[in-house]
C-alpha cells in the first residue's frame, strides 16, 4: 500500500524558513515524478515544485529562488526547503507521485499541468506564516 506523509509544517514569521518532508512508503519515491501543491485557504490548489527521477526540477512562478525541492534516495524522501516565506505562503501543502508520467510542465501556471498522472497524495502539512 502506498502512503505519502508529510511533515515539518508549523507556524513562522514571515522571513522565515521551514522544510517540509514526505516520506513515501510502497513506492519508490526516487523513480518517479514528485510533486509538491498547495491550497491557501478560499483558494485553488496549485503546483509549487516537482522534481523527477532524473533530478531535473520545476518550480511556481511565485516560489522560483525560495523555495528548493530535493529528495533522498536513500531515505525514500521528499523536501521542500522553504527561504524568505511571505504570509501568501500559507497554505495546505501536499506531496503527490505520479507513476506513469514525467515532470514536464509546458504552462506552469496551469494546475493541470501539475496535476494530471498525479496517482499517489498525501494528507497535507500546514504552514502559516504571519506578517
Known amino acids: 500500500q502506498v502512503q505519502l506523509v508529510e511533515s515539518g509544517g508549523g507556524s513562522v514569521q514571515a522571513g522565515g524558513s521551514l522544510r517540509l518532508s514526505c516520506a513515501a512508503t510502497?513506492?519508490?519515491?526516487?523513480?518517479?515524478?514528485m510533486t509538491w501543491f498547495r491550497q491557501a485557504p478560499g483558494k485553488e490548489r496549485e503546483g509549487v515544485a516537482n522534481?523527477?527521477?532524473?533530478?531535473?526540477?520545476t518550480y511556481a512562478h511565485s516560489v522560483k529562488g525560495r523555495f528548493t525541492i530535493s529528495k533522498d534516495n536513500a531515505q525514500n524522501t521528499l523536501y521542500l526547503h522553504m527561504n524568505s516565506l511571505k504570509p501568501e505562503d500559507t497554505a495546505m501543502y501536499y506531496c503527490?507521485?505520479?507513476?506513469?508520467?514525467?515532470?514536464?510542465?509546458?504552462?506552469?501556471?496551469?494546475?493541470?499541468?501539475?496535476?494530471?498522472?498525479?496517482?499517489?497524495w498525501g494528507k497535507g502539512a500546514l504552514v502559516t506564516i504571519s506578517s
Open positions: 503527490a507521485a505520479g507513476v506513469a508520467r514525467t515532470c514536464s510542465v509546458v504552462e506552469a501556471t496551469l494546475y493541470s499541468e501539475w496535476s494530471y498522472g498525479m496517482d499517489y
Open positions: 510502497g513506492l519508490t519515491a526516487y523513480k518517479y515524478c
Open positions: 522534481i523527477d527521477s532524473d533530478g531535473s526540477t
